[in-house]
Each structure stands twice: as C-alpha cells, then as structure tokens.
C-alpha cells in the first residue's frame, strides 16, 4: 500500500460545476496534509493546508480532514479552466518537513 | 516562485559526467529541500537542510551530493551521472516550521544520456 494514494485521473468536469478531489494515507501518525496545485511543466503551488478534522475553507477552495478514516479531500467550487492542473497531496508524519510523503497527484480538467 | 531561483533549467548530461545543480532563495528561510519528480512516483526527498551548516538524507539519496554553504544557497551534486537520475528537480524552502509553507524554484529538467 502506498502512503500516500491518489487516483491519478483524468477527471473531467465541467465549468462552473465543484471538483472533488481525495487523498488516503496509510500513517496513522500523520499530522498535516497539503494541496498542492502544479500546472503542466511548471512547479508545485501549495493551495492550503489542514491539520484539524473538519473542513477549512479558503475562497473557493475546501479542504476536508477526516483522521478517523485517513483521507483528506480537496473541493473546488465554481470550477474554472483555469484550475486545469495536477492536484497533489502530501502528507507530514512530524513537525517539520523532514518526514513529508506526496501522493502522485490527480489530473482535474476543467471543460468550458 | 518568486524568491527560489534555480539553474540550470535544462541540462543534458552523458553517462559519468557530473554537475551541481543550484539553489538559491532570498526569503531569508532556514529550511531548504531537493525533490526529484518522475512520472507515476510523485516528489520523492533526496536530501535536506534544516538550517545552515546541516544537511540530512532524505528518501532518495543515492548518487547525490548536497552543500549548505549559506543560509540562502543549497547545491546538489551528481557525481557521476547514470540514466536512473533522468528527472525534474525542484529546490524548495519553508520559511518555518509551524506554517510548513514550502516554496518550490521552478525546476531543472535533467537527462542523462
């Protein structure tokens, strides 16, 4: 089992329509996760982060944290082409960024 | 990725060549970071540096060297290069640990030959 799992996508949703993305991880011991946004050949964008269960919002962005079941989802609401990108989640086990796990990212398009 | 500058941005090496790749961020952070990133195996961590003078290994370390000279520079080096280390390299920093923001450059795409 991966430590960090994402289905790799596409998915495809129209505009204006909510996008959903999710994450498991596999270490019980894990304390923060992140979302992070990386257009085709460019780098990773950190979008939000989440150490609490329950949802966090942020614009139009929701990250969920569900510890109990070890997922972690991002919402996009209002989808734009523009949030065409791969979406990775990554995963602190410690304080720090010493011990950071990255999934391997889903692909989300946005169709106008 | 304003403040965390990376060169080359592109770089075609041979088998057994070596070369540093160059890190260098302006937003006085302490921590500073090399991933690799290959198709299907997302970011993995090859080496580390928690602050000035420090270095640690990280997932993938094997083949690479690191150098924290300074507080704004951390250099990788590949000493003798092989086909396996054909990736995309990212530098990244964070500018502390409770907000775990990480900055990432804007990459190197590296093959070897």
């Known amino acids: 089992q991966k430590e960090v799992e994402q289905n790799s996508g596409p998915l495809s949703v129209p505009e204006g329509a909510i996008a959903s993305l999710n994450c498991t991880y596999s270490d019980r011991g894990s304390q923060s996760f992140f979302w992070y946004r990386q257009y085709s050949g460019k780098s990773p964008e950190l979008i939000m982060f989440i150490y609490s269960n329950g949802d966090k919002e942020d614009g139009r962005f929701t990250a969920q944290l569900n510890k109990a079941s070890q997922y972690v989802s991002l919402l996009i609401r209002d989808s734009q082409p523009s949030d065409s990108a791969t979406y990775l989640c990554?995963?602190?086990?410690?304080?720090?960024?010493?011990?950071?796990?990255f999934g391997t990212g889903t692909k989300l398009q946005v169709i106008p | 990725n304003a403040g965390v500058t990376q060169t080359p941005k592109f770089q075609v090496l041979k088998t057994g060549q070596s070369m540093t790749l160059q890190c260098a961020q302006d937003?006085?952070?302490?921590?500073m970071y090399w991933y690799r990133q290959d198709p299907g195996m997302g970011l993995r961590l090859i080496y580390y540096?928690?602050?000035?003078?420090?270095?640690d290994k990280g997932e993938v370390p094997n083949g690479y060297n690191v150098s924290r000279l300074n507080k704004r520079e951390f250099s990788l080096r590949l000493e003798s290069a092989a086909p396996s280390q054909t990736s995309v390299y990212f530098c990244?920093?964070?500018?502390?640990?409770?907000?775990?923001?990480?900055?990432f450059g804007p990459g190197t795409r590296l093959t070897v030959l």
């Open positions: 937003m006085n952070h302490n921590s």
């Open positions: 990554a995963v602190n086990r410690a304080g720090g960024y010493q011990k950071v796990t």
């Open positions: 540096s928690a602050s000035e003078g420090t270095t």
């Open positions: 990244a920093s964070i500018v502390d640990t409770s907000t775990d923001t990480q900055y």
